[in-house]
């Protein structure tokens, strides 16, 4: 249903078991299927979500999001170890979803996106007829 996008993603994980930690994850995200709902959460702490973008084209899902610097302008810096500008993550997403009906909100600085199943790729039982429901006609 998802596809990675970060390329570097299994060298990262390599990285991180031989040398510590390479490089933070600007937009962490968790993703699981919950009945007809494929949901996705991303941690986006202190983002003003007026600056929260979601695309759709075709199957790919585009969020953007922009931390601004906290300290009003012309304030003294002393201490800025918290990641800010602009944050992008793509996903790939299967032909089982139904991007015309995703619903996205934002609360406790977690954006969570619900993607319902599509319902052509949804389970649905089949009804067989037996051979007694078949009449031949005699002539």
């Not at 600007?26 to 699981?32: F, G, I, K, L």
């Not at 600085?109 to 319902?116: E, K, M, Q, S």
């Not at 089949?126 to 429901?133: E, M, P, V, Y």
Request: proline residues 8%.
């Amino acid at each position: 249903m998802l596809m990675r996008t970060d390329p570097f993603r299994d060298f990262d994980r390599l990285a991180q078991q031989v040398f510590g930690p390479a490089r933070p994850a600007a937009m962490p995200m968790d993703a699981y299927r919950s009945g007809d709902d494929f949901v996705v959460h991303f941690d986006l702490p202190g983002i003003d979500p007026e600056t929260i973008e979601l695309d759709v084209e075709r199957n790919v899902l585009s969020v953007r999001a922009e931390r601004r610097v906290p300290a009003p302008e012309g304030a003294e810096m002393i201490v800025a170890e918290r990641p800010t500008g602009t944050f992008t993550r793509q996903l790939f997403l299967g032909d089982t979803l139904d991007t015309e009906r995703i619903d996205a909100s934002y609360e406790a600085g977690v954006l969570t996106l619900r993607i319902p199943v599509a319902e052509a790729a949804k389970p649905r039982r089949i009804q067989i007829t037996g051979g007694d429901s078949r009449k031949q006609l005699s002539g």
